[in-house]
């Protein structure tokens, strides 16, 4: 990978490598574009195949950070760090300690998170270096695990889309398959199962299925199996670019609408789904719950307030909806003009000069 090329051709503002050898770190942090405030988006810990692997992932995800924090309203930017290595074994205290002193040196640019492989116990590390993390334990006024709030979002994200494709927002009876029941999509299961729909769920984790199944009396599949499964809406909640060539022809849902970042392999997916009259709720849009919930801190943590604007994500996938039927285009396009309109506004009046920080004779 070309890094500096891919970085112009999407307009990255700062990639940066962290290492820590006494506790293993290897930590990327992507600042994509910090237009709208501080960069604000989580840090992922997982195995990657590759080193290029971790990096082509920090990056697509700090660019769905900008486009996801712009499309909510939100005064942040867009960023999001991975670190290298297994969550299971190779967390220690010493590395998120040393994850949040490069946070901290970053004087507030980039502000982390949740997302997986890592936990509110984690973040709690990392606050003993920086205030620059949310999402730590509510004991110290914060908003806590994000998990709960994404997955009201995506249950209130997922209404809005069966009444496009089903001509009423209700849940009840439907046939929902879910990839991957982690933190999130477990959640979702509990508000998907109390309006009365069906689960067919998968995980790599058997703990897991058991658990949804026990709970929720869902139907378990073999991981390879959920694109093909007869249902009305396929909710992606696992990894990402599970919409590519391979899975798209054995779909069966008439709604895409689920918690995974970056859902689409490549935008031209997105394309193939629209033209088969898919209703995708687009995945930025949609997860925008956990973001919105740890944001909410900056204001002084208020849940009330905080699930109040996640609530709304349903107008706003009808809205994308709205622009993607008014512009005759799929709805990752609406999704992204959406956000690129908010973000194009805001670059534009910042071109007026404004002395912040030193006065500019300071330096006498
Ligand atoms: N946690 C949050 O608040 C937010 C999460 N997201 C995204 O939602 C997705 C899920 O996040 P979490 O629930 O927090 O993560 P998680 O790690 O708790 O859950 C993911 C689950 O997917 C399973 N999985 C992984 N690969 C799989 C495969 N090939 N087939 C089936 N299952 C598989 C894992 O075993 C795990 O149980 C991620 O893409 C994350 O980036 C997005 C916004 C906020
Ligand atoms: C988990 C969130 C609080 C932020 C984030 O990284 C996301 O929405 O993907």
């Known amino acids: 990978m070309e890094i500096f090329k891919y970085m112009e051709t999407y307009d990255y503002e700062q990639l940066l490598f962290c290492q820590d050898q006494a506790s293993g770190l290897k930590a990327i942090i992507c600042i994509h574009d910090t237009t709208l405030g501080p960069a604000l988006g989580g840090t992922r810990m997982w195995t990657y195949a ?16 900008t486009y996801k924090n712009a499309a909510a309203g939100l005064n942040l930017g867009g960023g999001k760090t991975v670190i290298i290595g297994d969550p299971r074994k190779d967390k220690n205290e010493a590395m998120f300690r040393a994850f949040g002193r490069f946070i901290q040196g970053l004087n ?3 502000i982390t998170a949740e997302d997986v492989g890592t936990t509110v116990a984690d973040m709690d590390i990392i606050h003993e270096e920086t205030d620059y993390v949310t999402g730590i334990s509510p004991s110290f006024g914060s908003s806590g695990n994000p998990s709960p709030v994404t997955a009201f979002g995506v249950y209130r994200g997922m209404k809005a889309a069966a009444k496009e494709a089903f001509g009423t ?8 398959a879910v990839q991957g029941v982690g933190n999130v999509a477990y959640n979702l299961c509990k508000h998907l199962h109390a309006e009365g ?11 897991s299925v058991q658990r949804a199944v026990e709970e929720f009396g869902a139907k378990a599949v073999d991981p390879q199996d959920i694109y093909s499964v007869a249902c009305d809406i396929y909710a992606p909640c696992a990894l990402g670019a599970s919409v590519n060539d391979e899975t798209i022809p054995q779909l069966k849902a008439r709604v895409i609408a689920g918690a995974a970042n970056n859902q689409l392999k490549e935008a031209r997916h997105g394309d193939i789904i629209h033209e088969m009259g898919i209703v995708y709720a687009p995945d930025y849009v949609i997860n925008a719950g956990g973001v919105i919930n740890v944001a909410d801190e900056l204001y002084g943590y208020n849940r009330e307030r905080a699930l109040k604007k996640v609530e709304a994500i349903y107008d706003n996938i009808a809205k994308v909806i709205e622009i993607s039927k008014r512009d005759g285009v799929p709805t990752y396009v609406a999704a992204d003009r959406l956000a690129e309109e908010r973000i194009g506004q805001m670059k534009n009046s910042r071109s007026t000069f404004l002395q912040n920080g030193h006065h500019i004779l300071s330096r006498r």
């Open 197 to 207: 729909a069906q689960l067919i769920v998968t995980d790599i984790n058997k703990e």
């Open 169 to 176: 927002d209700s849940l009840e009876g439907k046939v929902v």
């Open 108 to 110: 507030g640019r980039y």
């Open 50 to 65: 590759s080193e290029e692997a971790a990096i082509e992932d920090a990056l697509r995800l700090g660019r769905g950070m």
